[in-house]
């Protein structure tokens, strides 16, 4: 069965730092996503990316963030100067029509 | 705008009874309607969608959910729960690619 595969599944960074979170989507997919979850919230969505850009983003995706599909298989999120708070589990996800197929996520610990 | 609510936090049921973790959804025009399952320290996972047709859906693992349009509902069932089905349990529309999550239910079964 096709998956989302995201790495590292954890990392830990220092406050200030940059860090990337890699996906690699399903391949045929269109449609590709972050996700975060804060300990304990809701699942929270932080940009789409269709078409080589990005379609829409929220609140949440300020200027420290960024996305990129370098290569046309991996599809990064770039935390420029990671604060505390950022601190979270990001989801990974791609869709084709309807369902969106999640990967496992990485846990960012800022400290 | 588009929203899901779960209003219990907490679900808590014997092993052998049946289960019901609540769901309802505020959308503009048809709601595309799913369930994920989220283990400890794991990715989340589809359990089932609504996309249109016969209200009741069946999906992964025994459960099923009811689409309700009057209620505006999408709860999901199990007609006799087992201990590893504790998990926390999100409900999400999806929207022109979009998903929007509950805050999560947390489905305790105990033996």
């Known amino acids: 069965e096709p998956e989302v595969t995201q790495t590292p599944s954890h990392q830990v960074t220092q406050m200030g730092q940059e860090v990337i979170l890699r996906c690699v989507p399903i391949s045929n997919h269109l449609y590709f996503y972050w996700y975060r979850q804060i300990l304990g919230q809701k699942v929270e969505f932080l940009v789409s990316?269709?078409?080589?850009?990005?379609?829409?983003k929220s609140e949440i995706f300020d200027d420290q963030f960024s996305v990129e599909r370098p290569d046309g298989s991996n599809f990064t999120l770039k935390i420029r100067s990671t604060k505390l708070e950022d601190s979270a589990m990001y989801f990974c996800?791609?869709?084709?029509?309807?369902?969106?197929?999640f990967g496992q996520g990485t846990r960012l610990t800022v400290v | 705008a588009q929203s899901v609510a779960q209003p219990e936090d907490q679900v808590n049921v014997a092993e052998g009874n049946p289960l019901t973790v609540k769901c309802t959804y505020s959308v503009s025009g048809n709601p595309y309607l799913f369930w994920y399952v989220q283990y400890p320290n794991r990715g989340l996972q589809f359990l089932l969608k609504?996309?249109?047709?016969?209200?009741l859906v069946k999906g992964s693992y025994g459960f099923e959910a009811e689409f309700n349009k009057s209620q505006t509902s999408f709860h999901l069932k199990k007609p006799s729960a087992l201990v590893s089905d504790s998990a926390l349990y999100f409900c999400?529309?999806?929207?022109?690619?979009?998903?929007?999550f509950g805050s999560g239910t947390k489905l305790n079964v105990k033996p």
């Open positions: 999400a529309v999806e929207d022109f690619n979009k998903f929007y």
């Open positions: 990316f269709y078409n080589n850009e990005i379609s829409e």
């Open positions: 996800a791609s869709t084709l029509l309807t369902e969106a197929f």
């Open positions: 609504y996309i249109t047709g016969d209200n």
